[in-house]
C-alpha cells in the first residue's frame, strides 16, 4: 500500500506491489535493482540510482530502527550535495503525481521516505 506524504503529491511504494494508473510518474529510488524484478515489469519506471543514499550509509543504516533518526539528518546531508540527482523528481512533483518505488520491506522507515520529504519541502517552498 502506497503512503501518502502529507498534502503532497508525492507517494512511496513498495516496488513489488501492483502498479496503478493512478501512480502518475513512477521512480524507482534504489540503488541496486529490486531482487526478483524483471526489467520488462518496470516498463516506463524510470531508475533514478543515483538519489540513494551512499553505499556507506546504507550498510551503516541497515535498517536499524534505533538509528533512524540519525539516518535521516545523513540522508538529507547526502541529498543537499546531490542536487543534479534529484532535480527530475523535483520537477516531475511540480507537474504531476509521483510515486516513488523501493525494495524496502518497511516503507515507512525508508530512504525513499525521507526523500519524498525533502521533494515535498522543496515543491512547498
Same mark, same amino acid.
Given at each position: 500500500m502506497?503512503s501518502k506524504l502529507?498534502?503532497s503529491n508525492?507517494?512511496v511504494?513498495?516496488?513489488?506491489e501492483?502498479?496503478? =494508473?493512478?501512480?502518475?510518474?513512477r521512480f524507482l529510488?534504489?540503488g %541496486?535493482?529490486?531482487?526478483g524484478v524483471?526489467?520488462?515489469? &518496470? ?8 538519489? =540513494?543514499?551512499?553505499?556507506?550509509l546504507?550498510k ?5 530502527p534505533g538509528?533512524w533518526t540519525e #539516518? /535521516?539528518? /545523513?540522508y /538529507?546531508?547526502? %541529498?543537499?550535495k546531490? /542536487?543534479d540527482?534529484?532535480?527530475? %523528481? &523535483? ?7 509521483v +510515486?516513488? %518505488?523501493?525494495?524496502?520491506h518497511?516503507v515507512?522507515?525508508s530512504?525513499? +521516505?525521507? &526523500?519524498?520529504? #525533502? &521533494?515535498?519541502?522543496k515543491?512547498?517552498?
Open positions: 502506497a502529507g498534502k508525492i507517494e511504494k513498495r516496488v513489488y501492483k502498479t496503478s =494508473a493512478d501512480d502518475g510518474a529510488v534504489d %541496486l535493482w529490486p531482487r524483471s526489467k520488462s515489469k &518496470l516498463k516506463g519506471v524510470e531508475w533514478v540510482k543515483d538519489v =540513494a543514499p551512499s553505499a556507506a546504507r551503516w543504516y541497515g535498517h536499524d538509528k #539516518f /535521516r539528518k /545523513r /538529507r546531508a547526502e %541529498l543537499v546531490n /542536487r540527482a534529484w532535480k527530475p %523528481l &523535483l520537477a516531475a512533483a511540480k507537474e504531476s503525481h +510515486m516513488l %518505488l523501493t525494495a524496502t518497511d515507512e522507515i530512504h525513499a +521516505m525521507v &526523500l519524498g520529504d #525533502f &521533494l515535498k519541502r515543491t512547498s517552498a
